[in-house]
């Protein structure tokens, strides 16, 4: 298995751009959590989807921030406008048995 | 509610000593532990946990942990530890008695192991 695909690795953009993250998690999961990490912060939830459909989005920091999931195999962030605070690492996981979280390598967004 | 902490920032050892790092929770019911490792400029990467059973929990790389019931905690152990070991590692807890199905997450702790 390939675990979980996340792409870009890296994103480098300017402020008020439009940023959309991609997450591929592993077949047969049916959680997918994203994720974002900062120095200042830490490990922060944002929100979280079963059977594709979203459970919890209290974590997302603002409007500007929103997540869909149109099918089992496929997951999108997506930032608009862009702010420089906004960078960060972001992580998409899934679940497997046991609540046990599988990560990807992460997103690294760097906000100019 | 459930937390966990991870009480110390960085933990440093030299190679070939034992390591601990710590970790305590507070669950309401019985609390399902894990333990993370992310190295530089990766994703975290699943280490081992504890849901029921032994009280010692054996994982990868030579990790282990040992749940405590009595004092809430789950450190995480390794006899000899190696230079490749220095990383950030996590700590996290999911409350059984929670219907959510979110991790909760310590603030990390980066081991430091000096040849």
């Known amino acids: 298995d390939a675990g979980v695909i996340q792409s870009p690795r890296h994103e480098v953009t300017e402020m008020g751009q439009e940023v959309t993250l991609r997450c591929k998690p592993i077949s047969g999961h049916d959680y997918l959590f994203w994720y974002r990490q900062t120095m200042m912060r830490g490990l922060e939830l944002l929100i979280y989807?079963?059977?594709?459909?979203?459970?919890?989005d209290s974590g997302m920091p603002e409007d500007r921030f929103s997540a869909k999931m149109p099918n089992a195999s496929f997951s999108t962030l997506k930032i608009q406008p862009s702010e420089p605070r906004d960078s960060a690492v972001y992580f998409c996981?899934?679940?497997?048995?046991?609540?046990?979280?599988?990560f990807g390598p992460g997103t690294r967004l760097l906000v100019l | 509610a459930q937390s966990v902490a991870q009480p110390e920032d960085q933990v440093n050892v030299a190679e070939g000593n034992p390591l601990t790092v710590k970790c305590t929770y507070s669950?309401?019911?019985?609390?399902?532990l894990f333990w993370y490792v992310q190295y530089p400029n990766r994703g975290l990467q699943f280490l081992l946990k504890?849901?029921?059973?032994?009280?010692l929990v054996k994982g990868s790389y030579g990790f282990e942990a040992e749940f405590n019931k009595s004092q809430t905690s789950f450190h995480l152990k390794k006899p000899s530890a190696l230079v490749s070991d220095s990383a950030l590692y996590f700590c996290?807890?999911?409350?059984?008695?929670?219907?959510?199905?979110?991790?909760?997450f310590g603030g990390g702790t980066r081991l430091m192991v000096k040849p």
């Open positions: 504890y849901i029921t059973g032994d009280n």
């Open positions: 996290a807890v999911r409350d059984d008695n929670n219907a959510g199905n979110m991790l909760t």
């Open positions: 989807f079963n059977n594709n459909v979203p459970i919890d």
């Open positions: 669950v309401s019911g019985n609390p399902y």
């Open positions: 996981a899934s679940r497997g048995e046991k609540w046990t979280q599988y």
